[in-house]
């Protein structure tokens, strides 16, 4: 099946500074989001971005879909920001609604 | 309120005491998934479903069943549980572009 892979899997910021979270995935892909859990376990969602480019208030995406890799970018982070951030995708060969998560990138700001 | 509801939200059980984690979604989501979350594992997609009566194994299925009688529920049954299910479950629904998840439910099996 499809590997997904992000980087890094930590990363520690001071409150202020910018962030580029990386998602690489073995396979074309008809499906891929962003999302962010919390220290408190909620999920959510950030994005849908299969290809191209999003922006909303902070955070942005752009996935190269041709290079096979999803870049989520957060400006001037809060801490309000610290958590897991997952990618996830669904493979163009797998079934239609078949989902794989990478690892997570797991971000902690500072005050 | 748009939501998705699990219930449980824990649950502390003996293996092989069958049980049954209820999902429910109010947004009319044709599509629902439930996932475990295991430490430094991330997400792993256990059963979805894709509508009503249609439902497929995700990367994770055994030891689970699910049914899907009606759009808005979408139950995760564990028949016989054994200790290597303790985890965080997660059910999620989907409506275009953006899912939807529950709060989670933290299942320890003794």
């Known amino acids: 099946g499809i590997q997904v892979e992000q980087s890094p899997p930590d990363l520690i910021l001071q409150e202020g500074a910018n962030s580029t979270l990386r998602c690489n995935f073995s396979d074309s892909v008809n499906n891929l989001q962003w999302f962010h859990q919390n220290p408190w376990g909620q999920l959510i969602n950030l994005f849908y971005?299969?290809?191209g480019t999003k922006q909303n208030g902070r955070l942005s995406a752009t996935t190269v879909a041709t290079e096979r890799y999803s870049l989520l970018y957060i400006s001037s982070s809060q801490t309000t920001d610290s958590g897991v951030y997952f990618c996830a995708v669904e493979s163009v060969r797998g079934r239609a609604g078949k989902s794989t998560f990478g690892d997570g990138t797991t971000l902690t700001v500072k005050p | 309120e748009a939501q998705v509801t699990q219930n449980p939200r824990y649950l502390i059980t003996v293996t092989g005491k069958k049980l049954t984690v209820t999902c429910s979604q109010n947004m009319n989501h044709e599509y629902m998934s439930w996932y475990r979350q295991d430490p430094g594992l991330g997400l792993r997609q256990i059963y979805y479903?894709?509508?009503?009566?249609?439902?497929d194994k995700g990367d994770v299925p055994e030891g689970y069943k699910v049914s899907r009688k009606e759009k808005r529920n979408f139950p995760l049954i564990l028949e016989s549980p054994s200790p290597n299910q303790t985890s965080l479950y997660f059910c999620?629904?989907?409506?275009?572009?953006?899912?939807?998840f529950g709060p989670g439910t933290r299942l320890t099996v003794l």
């Open positions: 999620a629904s989907r409506g275009g572009t953006q899912q939807f």
């Open positions: 479903s894709m509508n009503v009566e249609v439902t």
């Open positions: 971005i299969p290809s």
